[in-house]
């Protein structure tokens, strides 16, 4: 058995997140197995405590942090899920949190982020990017002497992600495929290497949207790159640069990495919702839109798809 050898200890994130995450459904998807003539299960994590697998990672690295840095506070920066997942942790951990969020972040996850975090939280809105708001954030963290709670650049982070996989394999160990979205590359990194521990033979490919390529981007270079440009239509997948730990992950992990038009996750989003009900945000959609572009690979097999957030 291969044994990705990282500081990373799933057993102990999925100890600590079991008694407040919701463990998410994994769904056979009937209409999209008999379309690809294999078997397709859905991963809900749109179904999650805050609509999104965020949580899994902010919960558990601020739970183990020691409790000196928790009472002097965190601070995070997002495109909207990972503020969400880090405002409910303040919440129950009962710790002043501080969220920097673009400008442009959609008004509905503003409001949530609030509801969730409710007077633990202070949200301040910067830029039209995360690489603005991450910027602000990290100097805000060093002059009030706070912690920063990334998004997806931290080994805490990323063994929270990972305990995705962990429920996968837990009802399905027989695994042929992952379809997994990719932004700052955190979900990847985790599920990737776990399902590499326990399911060599699984492939696991990435899935970013055409107008933010940055994992490929770093692929293609061999080193993260600061792209000049990117499209934020999936803005829950639209990131500059990819982190460097989760690059140096996601490099031995990924069998593939792919990119999806933003045409394409419209229709997949549409698709979604007229046939299951299943309402999802642009990059909760990514990995089902990849399915068109693998359909001679996955017949036959025992395919997973994440929906990451709605």
């Given at each position: 058995?291969q044994?990705?050898?990282l500081?990373?200890d799933?057993k102990?994130?999925?100890e600590?997140?079991?008694?407040?995450v919701?463990?998410?459904p994994l769904?056979?998807?009937?209409?999209?197995?008999?379309?690809?003539?294999?078997?397709?299960?859905l991963k809900r994590e749109d179904l999650q405590?805050?609509?999104s697998y965020?949580?899994?990672g902010?919960?558990n690295?601020m739970?183990?942090l020691?409790?000196e840095?928790l009472?002097?506070?965190v601070?995070?920066?997002?495109?909207?899920?990972?503020a969400q997942?880090?405002?409910?942790?303040?919440?129950?951990?009962?710790?002043?949190?501080?969220?920097?969020?673009?400008?442009?972040?959609p008004?509905?996850?503003l409001?949530?982020?609030?509801m969730?975090g409710?007077?633990?939280?202070q949200?301040?809105?910067?830029?039209?990017?995360?690489?603005d708001?991450?910027?602000?954030?990290?100097?805000y963290?060093?002059?009030?002497?706070?912690t920063?709670?990334p998004?997806?650049?931290?080994?805490?982070?990323?063994?929270g992600?990972?305990?995705?996989?962990?429920?996968?394999?837990?009802?399905l160990?027989?695994?042929?495929c992952?379809?997994?979205?990719?932004?700052?590359?955190?979900?990847a990194?985790?599920?990737?290497?776990?399902?590499?521990?326990?399911?060599?033979?699984?492939?696991?490919?990435?899935v970013?949207p055409?107008?933010a390529p940055s994992?490929l981007a770093?692929f293609k270079?061999?080193?993260?790159?600061?792209l000049?440009n990117?499209?934020?239509?999936?803005?829950?997948?639209?990131v500059?640069?990819?982190?460097?730990i989760?690059?140096?992950i996601?490099k031995?992990?990924l069998d593939?990495?792919?990119?999806?038009?933003?045409?394409?996750?419209?229709s997949?989003?549409?698709?979604?919702?007229?046939?299951d009900?299943?309402v999802?945000e642009?990059a909760?959609a990514?990995?089902?839109?990849?399915?068109?572009?693998y359909?001679?690979q996955?017949?036959?097999?025992?395919?997973?798809?994440?929906l990451?957030?709605?």
């Amino acid at each position: 058995m291969q044994t990705v050898v990282l500081p990373l200890d799933f057993k102990k994130a999925a100890e600590r997140i079991k008694q407040v995450v919701t463990k998410t459904p994994l769904v056979y998807h009937h209409h999209l197995s008999k379309k690809y003539d294999c078997n397709i299960y859905l991963k809900r994590e749109d179904l999650q405590v805050v609509r999104s697998y965020k949580i899994r990672g902010a919960y558990n690295m601020m739970s183990s942090l020691p409790a000196e840095k928790l009472e002097c506070g965190v601070v995070c920066a997002s495109a909207g899920n990972h503020a969400q997942g880090f405002a409910w942790s303040c919440k129950k951990l009962n710790v002043k949190g501080v969220v920097f969020m673009s400008s442009i972040t959609p008004k509905q996850k503003l409001q949530q982020t609030k509801m969730f975090g409710e007077d633990n939280i202070q949200i301040i809105l910067v830029g039209d990017t995360f690489d603005d708001c991450a910027i602000a954030a990290k100097k805000y963290t060093i002059e009030n002497g706070m912690t920063f709670i990334p998004p997806f650049e931290d080994y805490r982070i990323i063994e929270g992600q990972a305990t995705v996989a962990v429920e996968i394999y837990e009802e399905l160990s027989n695994i042929d495929c992952v379809f997994i979205p990719v932004g700052g590359g955190g979900l990847a990194a985790g599920m990737g290497s776990y399902l590499k521990t326990v399911s060599p033979k699984t492939k696991i490919i990435g899935v970013e949207p055409e107008g933010a390529p940055s994992m490929l981007a770093a692929f293609k270079a061999g080193h993260p790159v600061t792209l000049e440009n990117i499209e934020r239509f999936v803005d829950g997948a639209s990131v500059k640069r990819v982190g460097d730990i989760t690059y140096s992950i996601c490099k031995d992990v990924l069998d593939d990495m792919h990119l999806v038009a933003e045409g394409k996750v419209c229709s997949t989003i549409l698709q979604l919702y007229n046939e299951d009900a299943i309402v999802v945000e642009p990059a909760g959609a990514l990995s089902i839109a990849a399915l068109d572009d693998y359909k001679e690979q996955i017949k036959g097999k025992n395919v997973v798809c994440i929906l990451s957030g709605s």
